[in-house]
C-alpha cells in the first residue's frame, strides 16, 4: 500500500483525526508533554508521505540517543497544539505557519512522569530544515508505507511487566520502541482506518527512568 503525499491522502488523514475517539490522561501527578509527527514529502523522491523522526542529541541529561518525535514539556497556559509546534520550530527550524495542526491522539502516560499527548500536522512546504545540534543528532524521513509493513511491528515481553513491549522497525537495522514507538503505531493505525489503544504498550527498561 502507498500514503502519497497528495492534498487527497491531507483530507483523509484530518477527516480520521477528527474522528477519532481521543483518550486524554485525567490522572494526577504527571508533567504534561506535547510531540509534533509532522507529516511531510518523504526526502527520497518517491512522492511518499513521511513523518520527521530525530534522534535526540548525547548530551542531554534525559534520553540521550534515543529516538524522538520533535517535542517537549508544555509551557505553563499552552496547549499542547502550540507546545508541538513550538518544539517542532525550535528543534528542526520548521516555521509554525508552515504547520498545519490536523488533529490528536490519546494522550500516553510514561513511566518517566509525563504524559504525552501526540499532534499530528501536515507540512505542505517543509522549507530548509534546521536542526539545533543542542537536542538533535540527526534527523530521519520514516515513509508510512514503510511502518505498514505487517512485519514492521513486533511485541515482545519482558522482565518486570505484565504489558507488551512495541518494537517497532523504521529502517533495515533500525528499530525504536515507547514511548515513540507507540505513538507512530498509533498514526499507522489511524491511516490504515483502524482505531487502536497504545495506552498499554510498555516501554524498555531504560526508558523508565
Avoid at 540517543?65 to 517542532?88: F, H, I, K, Y
Avoid at 491511516?191 to 497504545?198: H, L, P
Wanted: with cysteine; proline share 5%; charged share 25%.
Amino acid at each position: 500500500m502507498t500514503f502519497p503525499f497528495s492534498a487527497a491522502f491531507r483530507v483523509t488523514i484530518a477527516q480520521r483525526c477528527r474522528d477519532f475517539p481521543r483518550l486524554k490522561h485525567e490522572g494526577e501527578g504527571l508533567t504534561r508533554a506535547a510531540v509534533a509527527i509532522a507529516l511531510t514529502a518523504a526526502d527520497d523522491g518517491s512522492g511518499e508521505t513521511a513523518f520527521l523522526l530525530t534522534s535526540r542529541a548525547a548530551r542531554l541529561r534525559a534520553h540521550a540517543g534515543q529516538w524522538a518525535l520533535p517535542g517537549g514539556r508544555c509551557d505553563p497556559g499552552e496547549s499542547a497544539d502550540e507546545t508541538a509546534l513550538r518544539e517542532l520550530e525550535e528543534e528542526l527550524g520548521v516555521a509554525r505557519g508552515r504547520a498545519e495542526v490536523l488533529g490528536l491522539l490519546d494522550d500516553y502516560p510514561t513511566r518517566s512522569g509525563y504524559a504525552i499527548t501526540p499532534v499530528v500536522a501536515w507540512v505542505d512546504d517543509l522549507g530548509q530544515l534546521r536542526p539545533n545540534p543542542k537536542e538533535v543528532a540527526s534527523t530521519h524521513f520514516v515513509r508510512l508505507d514503510h511502518i505498514h509493513a505487517d512485519e514492521a511491528v513486533t511485541f515482545e515481553t519482558i522482565a518486570g511487566s505484565q504489558r507488551p513491549l512495541i518494537r517497532l522497525q523504521i529502517s533495515k537495522d533500525r528499530y525504536m520502541h515507547a514511548p515513540t514507538a507507540a505513538l507512530v503505531y498509533q498514526l499507522r493505525e489511524l491511516v490504515a482506518g483502524r482505531v487502536t489503544r497504545v495506552v498499554d504498550l510498555e516501554q524498555p527498561a531504560f526508558a523508565w527512568r
